[in-house]
């Protein structure tokens, strides 16, 4: 077994360095495949971006005072659709949820507008399942490029597809909001992601529609998808690995300062089954952990899954690549100029005898 590997439960899906793949799909793309470009795709995300580059503009020249402070908040809950939605809620199941919280979920998913829960997290437990294989849908083997956007300008690699039959989907078919939502995506989505967030502006504080349009709808959703796919792409090359330095994901400075979630990519996929895809303590405070917390301290969410601090040490001390942050006083990385220079008060007097 390989040292990032762990034994697989029966799905065979949510855990990272799974063996049948590893001696299956070698981590080197296939030179004879020939990439299909897909122009609507790639005209219509030329279309959005070009056009969010506007709504910064009027962001911050024509848009009213609501706008620009409520813009953020509306960035952050479109991010939480996928982050703690589709992501931790649905594909992984590090925690449960009641139905108020997932019809709020399934909300903020749709809003976010990555595809049908059914279908993010399909791909994304192939992306566990096969990573940084030409069956990982996103390989970052194939550049920064193809793993943030090129892998949706594009068909399918044949082993995506082939290796995707065999993903058990089972949990997600019984599942009756997210067959609910797959089935009618066609018409959900193009209202709530895009015609509810023009509306609301321009009725609660009379924001123009060009400005709610720019603003609220296509530079919301651009920076949000951004945002997440930098997950696929930066987050696979750029960072440190204190947890496993034999995987490709890494803990990804940017996505970290952010605080919206998944920053810490190393762990995750070393731990995918933790709800806060971060360590305890301080290494696990974003938006998306603390939106869980919230809901799980009103009873909404519950079975919420953690890793153990000695499963960690243990971990660290097997595949980590020595930069994991000094844990406390006394720990054996910890700089002694740190040490000489941090002052103790309080000290225990002894009697001399």
């Keep these: ?16 360095g799974d063996t049948a793949a590893a001696t299956v799909l070698k981590k080197i793309p296939d030179p004879n495949h020939k990439l299909e470009l897909l122009w609507l795709n790639i005209t219509l995300f030329t279309i959005l971006h070009v056009s969010s580059l506007y709504g ?43 139905t108020p919280l997932r019809l709020i979920f399934m909300f903020l998913n749709t809003l976010a507008f990555q595809d049908a829960v059914y279908y993010w997290a399909r791909d994304h437990r192939l992306h566990h399942k096969y990573s940084e294989t030409d069956a990982d849908p996103y390989n970052s083997q194939r550049g920064w490029f193809f ?52 509306v609301v502006p321009m009725y609660y504080w009379g924001e ?4 709610s349009w720019s603003c609220f709808t296509l530079l919301r959703w651009c920076a949000s998808l951004n ?30 300062w952010f605080r919206v979630g998944e920053g810490y990519h190393n762990y995750h996929h070393v731990f995918p089954w933790d709800y806060k895809s971060a360590e305890l303590g301080k290494y696990s405070r974003d938006a998306t952990t603390y939106f869980i917390d919230f809901f799980a301290r009103i009873g909404w969410a519950y079975d919420l899954k953690s890793v153990s601090t000695e499963m960690l040490r243990q971990r660290i001390k097997r595949t980590g690549d020595g930069s994991h942050p000094v844990w406390g006083w006394g720990d054996k990385d910890q700089p002694q100029e740190d040490i000489a220079d941090t002052t103790i008060t309080h000290r225990l007097k002894v009697n001399a005898s």
């Design 1 to 16: 077994m390989p040292p990032n590997s762990y034994p697989t439960d029966t799905t065979g899906v949510l855990f990272e």
């Design 208 to 211: 123009s529609l060009i400005c």
């Design 147 to 198: 793993a943030h956007i090129g892998w949706l300008c594009c068909k399918k690699h044949p082993d995506v597809t082939i290796k995707g039959r065999d993903i058990d989907l089972s949990d997600l078919r019984n599942d009756k909001l997210v067959m609910f939502q797959k089935k009618h995506y066609l018409i959900l989505m193009p209202l709530i992601c895009f015609v509810l967030p023009t």
């Design 56 to 98: 910064v503009w009027l962001l911050f020249t024509a848009a009213k005072w609501q706008t620009v402070v409520l813009f953020p908040a509306a960035l952050v809950l479109t991010i939480l659709g996928i982050s703690g939605g589709a992501h931790r809620l649905w594909a992984h199941r590090t925690f449960k949820a009641n």
């Design 227 to 256: 945002i997440v796919w930098l997950v696929n792409s930066s987050a696979h090359m750029y960072g440190k690995r204190p947890y496993d330095k034999n995987i490709s994901p890494t803990d990804e400075a940017f996505l970290i």
